[in-house]
């Protein structure tokens, strides 16, 4: 059965998931990355995607995520017919990954940014990585060169962060430096482990 092993590693848009799991991985802990199994979903699925949305959304035979990401921000139509035609599969290679990991019978993250959003996991036990909102938009707006607008439009769309906290079973601050996060993370790795 999946999930029997997993431990669910979501959070915010720029709380610092990314740099969690690369954390996690340096003990040894294998992850399982919703995001790179979306894009591995969308790039196999490129012929459909330019049959739904047209050839301008793929460049240099991959899918131009970007773009398509504008797409389906501003249009709730396209960001269904794209969910319709991705979900399954993405969701379907996040199980056989699980299955294969649990095998091992080792504790393992499954990265899934919007898994309170979706609830299409039975994880039982999640680590919310937390910043607080004010540190999320100033992340992003570095990071992405997005306005402050923008910024609060993509934040805006997910579960409200202080949400996610209250729902942890474990909580990562990174509200901090590096070195910070990465004693949140020893705590919370030993934690996990038992």
């Not at 995001?35 to 949305?53: G, N, S, Y």
């Not at 579960?159 to 070195?179: F, P, Q, V």
Request: aromatic share 8%.
């Amino acid at each position: 059965m999946a999930f029997s092993y997993a431990v669910a590693l979501t959070g915010g848009i720029a709380t610092g998931k990314s740099t969690v799991s690369e954390i996690f991985k340096s003990y040894g802990v294998a992850v399982i990355d919703a995001d790179t199994v979306a894009h591995q979903v969308l790039d196999k699925q490129r012929d459909q995607i330019a049959e739904l949305f047209g050839v301008e959304y793929i460049q240099g035979g991959v899918v131009d995520r970007k773009s398509l990401g504008a797409l389906v921000f501003r249009d709730h139509e396209a960001k269904a017919k794209l969910e319709a035609l991705v979900h399954p599969l993405i969701r379907q290679e996040i199980i056989r990954q699980s299955e294969a990991l649990d095998r091992l019978g080792a504790v393992y993250l499954v990265d899934v940014p919007l898994f309170y959003e979706t609830n299409r996991y039975p994880i039982e036990r999640v680590i919310v990585v937390y910043a607080p909102r004010a540190i999320q938009l100033e992340r992003l707006m570095k990071r992405n060169g997005w306005t402050r607008e923008e910024a609060e439009q993509r934040i805006d769309a997910q579960m409200d962060i202080e949400t996610k906290r209250d729902r942890a079973t474990y909580l990562i601050d990174n509200s901090g430096d590096l070195h910070a996060l990465q004693s949140e993370c020893d705590k919370i790795y030993h934690k996990i482990k038992q």
